[in-house]
């Protein structure tokens, strides 16, 4: 009803054609193999056509960009087609991204690339099957039109093969779809919203009134403490965490100039758009995201009498995150639990990471390989990226392995357990940036290989899966510097 979403259907697309899919979703959606095949499947989710009870709409939001009040913004290129019910009673938003303008597009052009496209699609599964919060994508498809991108805005448009994704969630609202009925002093449509969120999405909260929506932003900000404590875990940066695009389930979502962690640099981001500030740095997501809840926190103040309640809420995060994040130290080293002395042993560990330029995937996976009984670094031989960096931190390294070793035996675990956990919480397979440059370099050349071998690689990110090595190897030096590879930004 126009203050929170507007009807708006999806602008067609000359050639609709199905380039990729997530078996799993499509599965879970009830689309047979044959569905999947037939043109009207492109069709629906190219923006061409759609299936009976489809209505759909954009949703407005307004959002907080790199520290920034920036007003009302909305889905500029997203388009909803509408909700499923899955056999197990789980309830499924479709979104295509890239369906054409909508009332929110202001002058831009409600399109997407394939580069980005096929990122936005493979990260979502990826995140999905390493167990992490995020939004799904059921499919993407070429659209036959082209689109034009100043990559890095520095003059240089060119024309790029346009794509849709369809992505899926419980729900798409943002914090910004609360900050903006606030920023307008629209109380009652702030009040209407939550009240449905809560409602469709947190239906097992009980209470009424001022206790329910404590409860409900107290669950906000644990569940943001726990997507971002497995995003330190495994080396994910979202890059553009800017309240619009952060999930109120706590998913991980809009996938942009995310990128992955090679080397261990906690100031790195492989966003252009914020190389000034790097606001969005690895290191800095904890305290981002909780910056961003004290943003909501401001957002829902007028449904509380005071500010007890939220600031309860903020205390949750940091609890939560805390909480977590002992449970990464302990789960990624191989203890039981994690002590005091363990926090220093992870932080002493990064600080040498860092200094040693080691790939923080490689190391914390060859980690489960070291014996604890006569610590080597020989497991751990492909993790590093400077020879010279490395041999100035090997006595060090040396050194804090027998720390650790010391540490594992006596917590007096049994060897295999401990080796199985640690694979459980270090993956082998991230979709390193890399590798998904190459998938996209084969897509544009009309070769949908590469996607769909990433796409089967990431589906098992913890196990060895021998003959895939190929797909767990650290960088390689050509990509150290390329766009696509580590740099990325926002233009999509
Ligand atoms: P993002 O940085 O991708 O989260 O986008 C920020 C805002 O810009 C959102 O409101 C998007 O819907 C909008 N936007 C980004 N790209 C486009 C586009 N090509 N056409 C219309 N709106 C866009
Ligand atoms: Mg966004």
Known sequence: DGAAWSPVMPTPVPAPRLLAHSAEMAARLGFSDADIASPGFARVFGGNALMPGMQPFAANYGGHQFGHWAG?????????????????????????????????SRRADGRAVLRS????????????????????????????????????????????????????????????????????GDVPLLRRLADFCIRRDFPHLGGEGEALYAAWFAEVCARTAVVVAHWMRVGFVHG???????????????????????????????????????????????????????????????????????????????ATFLAAERGNIAAKLGLADCRDEDVDLMRDLQALLHSAEADMTLFFRGLADVDPDAP????????????????????????????????????????????????????KFVLRNYLAQQAIDRAEAGDMGGVEELLEVMRRPYDEQPGKEAFAARRPDWARDRAGCSMLSCSS
């Open 376 to 427: 080597d670094a020989p497991p751990l031989a492909g993790a590093f990226y400077d020879d010279a960096k490395r041999a100035a931190t090997e006595p060090a390294l040396m050194a804090w392995l027998a720390r650790h070793g010391a540490r594992v035996i006596a917590d007096g675990s049994d060897a295999g357990a401990r080796r199985a956990a640690m694979q459980a919480a270090n993956p």
């Open 240 to 318: 553009v965490m800017n309240t619009d695009n952060m999930s109120i389930l706590g998913l991980t979502i809009d996938y942009g100039p995310y990128g992955w962690i090679d080397d261990y640099d906690p100031d790195w981001t492989p966003n252009t758009t914020d190389a000034q500030g790097r606001r969005y740095r690895f290191g800095w997501q904890p305290r981002i995201a909780h910056w961003n809840l004290v943003r909501l926190a401001q957002a829902l103040s007028p449904l509380f009498a005071d500010t007890a309640a939220l600031q309860a809420g903020l205390d949750r995060y940091e």
């Open 72 to 104: 009302q913004l909305g889905d500029g290129r997203a388009i909803s087609l509408g909700e499923v019910v899955d056999r197990e009673g789980a309830r499924w938003e479709l979104q295509l991204k890239g369906a054409g303008p909508t009332p929110y």
């Open 117 to 184: 496209s096929i990122r936005e699609f493979l990260c979502s599964e990826a995140m999905h099957h390493l167990g992490i919060p995020t939004t799904r994508a059921l499919s993407l498809v070429g659209t036959g039109e082209a689109v034009v991108r100043d990559m890095f805005y520095d003059g240089h448009p060119r024309e790029e093969p346009g794509a849709v994704v369809c992505r899926v969630a419980p729900s798409f609202l943002r914090f910004g779809s609360f900050e903006l009925p606030y920023a307008r």
